[in-house]
């Protein structure tokens, strides 16, 4: 896990693959955003998650 500007960015990587996701807070620190770029096989994919913490009153 690396420290970057706005964000925490993982990177996991091998002979065949490398993968990198970057970790920022969305519209308000009760969003976090994973944004994953996959490169390898058996294919490339890039994926957008949003985990959303619901604040019960």
Do not use: C
């Amino acid at each position: 896990m690396e420290k970057k500007e706005n964000s925490l960015q993982a990177t996991l990587w091998r002979k065949d693959f490398l993968n990198i996701v970057n970790y920022k807070y969305g519209n308000s620190e009760n969003e976090l955003v994973a944004d994953e770029v996959f490169t390898g096989k058996p294919e490339d994919h890039h994926s957008i998650w949003v985990f959303a913490r619901e604040i019960q009153k």
